[in-house]
Structure formats: C-alpha cells, structure tokens
C-alpha cells in the first residue's frame, strides 16, 4: 500500500496504482488483464472515480477504504479509471492523487493513435444519442466549447497525450509513471501485461487471452433517452449489472434500442487540418517525454486521400 501524503492521515487502503486511461485507449481489455492476475484486486466495476467523485482528499481516502475494504492484504489495489486523464476538465486531479493515495503510487497511461482514438470516441458518443456530424463535433471542440457540453471538447483534448499526461508527471515523477502503446498492446498483449507488472512489482501468473477484445464499438447498440440514464447510473453498474447474466444484458441491448452504424474509419482531410497541427506538436513533446526516438504514429494513416483539402490548407 502507498504512503500517504504526510499533510493527510493515513487511510487504511488506498491504491498502489491508477490506471488513467486514455479513454477509448484500450482500457477495459487491460482492466481484464489485470484483474484476471492473482496478485492484484482491482473493484469489478471499472470507473470508479473516487478522485473526481470527492474534492476532499479526506472524503476520497474514505471513498477508497469502503471500495477496498474485502481486498486481501496481500494484494496490489487498483483504480482504473480513464476519468482521470480528461483535462481541462480534470485540473488538479493529479495533486490530489497524490495527496489521497501518495508519491509512491504508480500511474498507467494507455495511448492509442490520436485520430483512431478520437473516431472511437466519436462514434461512442453517437452510440449515446449524440446526433451531430464529426464536422459539428470538431468545430465545437476546437472552439473550446461553450462550458456544458465538454465531452465534445475532448474529441480533441483527450488524444493529446503529453498535455494529460504532463501534471501527473509532476506530481509523481516519471519513474512512477508508465505508459503504454495500445497499438503494441493489442501486437503482444503477454508482453506488455508482463511489462506493466514487474513495474507494478507483481508476477504475471495468468496469460490473457488475446483473442478477446473488450468494449469493441462496432455493432454496439445506440443508447438513447431515458435507457441510457439507467446504464450509465452506478446503480445499475454496482448493483444490477454484476447479478445479471451476459446473455441477457445483451439480449436486452439489441431487443430494445437500435445499433448504431459501423464507426468512421478513415477521418476527411478537411477535418484532419482542423487538428493536424495539435496533434503533431503534441506526439513531438510525447516522444521527448518517454524516450522515443520520435513520434509514434503516422497521424495521416486515418485519413481520407480521396477527400480534398480545405483550400486553406492547400495554399
């Protein structure tokens, strides 16, 4: 268990480490992965939040305690939670964590190529009931939003990594933050399981089973008015969710809402010169954060050639 941050007391469990994201990054597969080893417990409901959830590092201390309280004493405790990698939204999130949990605390940040990963989150959001086009989306997520509507404005700030993954590099040092190449993950899951837990310091014992992908969006049914309240409530993600069986969960889905479309797979190059520029400052600062000889994805692998450019650009 982490110590505490000697301005709080300390808690009777708090993690060993947080798993931060990125959302739509792979998150849930490696949540699986590692709650599936036997050296470390991780709450079966994914996205707890505790540090989001509670502003006082004291309320967030106790929030852990009940989530950990039947976790054996010999186990590493974990929060997966891609919550926690949402800035701006987000600011301070990190020095709380710190303050809650300790600088002993190790941190897993999952990657995925910016543009993939903003069509998966795109398409999530459709999935939701959100109706608007990616045009509309990105408009309003380069505008900065107008302070209601913030999940669109994240379309684009939750693929630039280096600029989450800066405050909890400060708040924990780099030794203490690990992240991780979803595209590799996904090439060599053994290996990178194994990776992250010697960096958690704990023996891998049980493989994944790679031919499983978690949270897959294509085919997923599209959530909307009052149905999707219900999933998305902890009530029905603490309490309903776990009793049910899969079967019926997914019998439900497809019987009583309709299935959204196969996601985008390839972004238009107008839409990829309204965020081309971000997001290759922000690989240039990644790559210089972790080590890499330069930046880790080709950003013109998802985009549209037979879409033109905005004459803007062309010029």
Known sequence: MPSADPSYPAPPSTPDFLVIGAMKAGSTSFFVDLNAQPGIYVPEDKELGVLYHHADPADAARAYAEEFAKAPADKKLGDCTTGYSKL????????????????????????????????????????????????????????????????????????????????????????????????????????????????LGVEMRVEPDASKAMNASDGKPKVINRFGQVRDSRLYRSVVRPVMPDGMKQWLMHKLIPTAPPRLRKMDRANFERVRECFEEDQRQLAAMCGWDGPPWDLERFVDDASPAPESASA
């Open 88 to 199: 701006p939204e987000t600011a301070g999130l990190a020095e709380r964590a710190r303050a809650v949990c300790g600088r002993d605390c190790k941190i897993i940040y999952i990657v995925r190529h910016p543009i993939d990963r903003l069509l998966s989150h795109y398409h999530h959001m459709y999935s939701k009931g959100m109706e608007w086009t990616l045009a509309e989306s990105l408009d309003f997520a380069m505008s900065g939003g107008d302070g209601q509507v913030t999940t669109m404005t994240g379309l684009v700030d939750y693929s630039c990594y280096a600029m989450q993954l800066v405050p909890w590099r400060e708040a924990f040092g780099a030794d203490h933050v690990m992240v991780i190449q979803f595209e590799r993950y996904v090439k060599n899951r053994s290996a990178v399981l194994r990776e992250a837990c010697d960096f």
